[in-house]
């Protein structure tokens, strides 16, 4: 679990043990809160990281990442299909609460 997270333009740093690891935006996939904690998940390996995803949302840019759900957040271009009520990102599927779905369904992918 990485207790210090540091969000940059490009990057997010987080502190995992003593090493510093340092993650491209471009490759998280998505978001995924869990109570304090917030998953970083990308195509290679899953993070965790003591920050709640409501934290991560206000320091990220807006129009690359988006709320889709109350416990998930996409990074907008990795979506690769939508429907009713869920979207992919490759194989992954994610719900979308009601509440983001005019939202969302406003999305050119």
Known sequence: IAYTVKIEKETITI?????????PLNDINYLEAMKDYTKI?????????????????????????????????VKRDKITRMQTGELFIGTQCLPIGKTFRTETAQWKI
């Open 15 to 23: 502190k995992e043990g003593h090493s510093h690891i340092q993650i």
């Open 41 to 73: 998940i990308t195509t290679q390996k899953k993070y965790m990281t003591l920050m709640p995803l409501s934290g991560f949302i206000k320091q990220l840019p807006a129009n690359v990442f988006s709320r889709i759900h109350r416990s998930y957040a």
